[in-house]
């Protein structure tokens, strides 16, 4: 792990077969259709199959679980970068009498996992998640890019504030998580789970699988909305 760079991994987030039960689920469903990016279909920029498991009742279990694991990491992420947090909102918390203080890195360091996650669902919403397949020696997502970019007029979007990604499988080459400024490549892991900034700073790119195919669940961490945050 590198110190500073705002890349982390977690291992074993989620066990192997819950990640194989997924592969098995995304290929029964035939529910796949080709990714997209932010301008549309274009597989010269990104060749995969994609399905939005989100807001369908027969995934609802496993987005839950996959949503679990993501605020186990979260949590330990803003344990290690509290920033994350405090830098962009004046946040405040009570004491055991009642009492408002303003949220500092000390403060938040000292909080219980339970509290710490009670503010954290406070501030920011889990985006819909994703399954990916790329298939070997030929899908991939070789265009830099990021992840926060002006798009839709609801700027859901310019909401993004991490994002996340589950590896779903190994066993083949390639296929890392190379991100350009940092100089950094993150090899997957069956169940590791990858945390990173979605700005300019982590611009990014999914390197293609070669010997066989690379699935992953994939998302974002996004702000609440304005008025859920200050009410309006």
């Known amino acids: 792990m590198s110190a500073g760079d705002f890349i982390e991994v977690y291992p074993d987030a989620l066990d192997a077969a819950f990640c194989g039960r997924l592969i098995d689920a995304f290929e029964r469903s035939g529910a796949a259709t080709p990714g997209r990016v932010g301008s549309g279909v274009m597989p010269e920029l990104k060749d995969s199959a994609d399905l939005t498991i989100s807001g369908r009742p027969e995934w609802q279990e496993a987005e839950g679980r996959l949503n679990a694991a993501m605020l186990r990491g979260l949590l330990a992420y803003i344990r290690r970068y509290p920033h994350t947090l405090i830098a962009p909102l004046m946040l405040e918390t009570a004491d055991a009498d009642g009492r408002r203080h303003r949220l500092t890195p000390e403060r938040l360091q000292a909080m219980t996992d339970e509290a710490l996650a009670e ?40 909401h993004r504030h991490l994002l996340w990604t589950v590896y779903l499988n190994d066993g083949f080459g390639e296929g890392e998580t190379e991100f350009l400024y940092q100089q950094r ?8 789970l990858l945390i990173a900034p979605a700005a300019f700073t982590h611009t990014h790119r999914g390197n293609r699988p070669k010997g066989g195919d690379k699935y992953i669940a994939t998302s974002w ?12």
Do not use: M
Request: charged residues 25%.
């Open 221 to 232: 961490i996004l702000f609440q909305r304005a008025e859920a945050l200050f009410g309006g």
């Open 119 to 158: 503010v954290v669902r406070a501030v920011f919403r889990p985006g819909a998640i994703n399954l990916q397949r790329y298939t070997a020696d030929r899908g991939g997502y070789p265009y830099w890019h990021c992840e926060l970019y002006p798009r839709d007029r609801g700027a859901e979007t310019l």
């Open 185 to 192: 490549r993150i090899a997957p892991k069956t169940g590791s």
